[in-house]
């Protein structure tokens, strides 16, 4: 099983990104989907989670610091998940990961210690 993000990069203040998540032997419909950041020095921290199959999505949280700001979408045709970034801040900057509850099926937690499998990340930086 393995994930993979992209997408992420060095852009200013206020600009927009769209982090792609893809599994390889795994199937994101048959689990919950979560983003996690993590900037220098700082715990790993929940953005947002998702749950869905075919074109629905079943529950999405987003969590408070970035609600109005990221969102979350999935193509399952593709077996690939989105992390989209607006007006971003430098506080934003860090580590994106994508992460997968394996069986859990309709609906999606932020509590970090529920994901079991983990992709490397991809950097976002956003400069003042």
């Known amino acids: 099983v393995q994930l993979v993000e992209s997408g992420g990069g060095l852009v200013q203040t206020g600009a927009s990104l769209k982090l792609t998540c893809t599994a390889s032997d795994f199937d994101l419909e048959d689990g919950a989907i979560g983003w996690f950041r993590q900037a220098p020095g700082k715990e790993r921290e929940v953005v947002a989670c998702?749950?869905?199959?075919?074109?629905?999505?079943?529950?999405?949280l987003i969590e408070d610091s970035v609600k109005g700001r990221f969102s979350v979408s999935a193509d399952f045709a593709k077996n690939t998940a989105f992390l989209h970034l607006k007006n971003l801040r430098s506080e934003d900057s860090g580590v994106y990961y994508c992460?997968?509850?394996?069986?859990?099926?309709?609906?999606?937690?932020?509590?970090?210690?529920?994901?079991?499998?983990w992709g490397q990340g991809t950097q976002v930086t956003v400069s003042p």
């Open positions: 992460a997968v509850e394996d069986r859990r099926i309709g609906n999606c937690d932020l509590r970090r210690s529920s994901y079991d499998i």
């Open positions: 998702m749950s869905g199959a075919d074109t629905r999505i079943f529950m999405q």
